[in-house]
């Protein structure tokens, strides 16, 4: 990198940084502003608490099942 073009391409950096979208881990879901991706990682995690409980519930179906069988 040209020591002269350093200056500038910082100041880009910082500036790409600042519009740059945040990616959710779980789906990959571009965020922007970044301050969404809290909302919507809370919003995965509800919907994996409401998972695991449907699980949970089916689990307990399916052994109540067996144990009628
Ligand atoms: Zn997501």
Redesign the pocket.
């Known amino acids: 990198m040209e020591p002269f073009l350093t200056c500038d391409s910082q100041a880009i950096l910082v500036e790409d940084k600042s519009f740059q979208a945040a990616k959710?881990?779980?789906?990959?879901?571009k965020m922007y502003p970044q301050s969404l991706l809290q909302p919507?990682?809370t919003r995965?995690q509800r919907r994996q608490r409401l998972l695991m409980r449907e699980l949970r519930k089916l689990r307990h179906t399916f052994t109540h099942m067996r144990d009628i069988a």
């Open positions: 959710c881990d779980q789906c990959g879901a919507h990682l995965h």
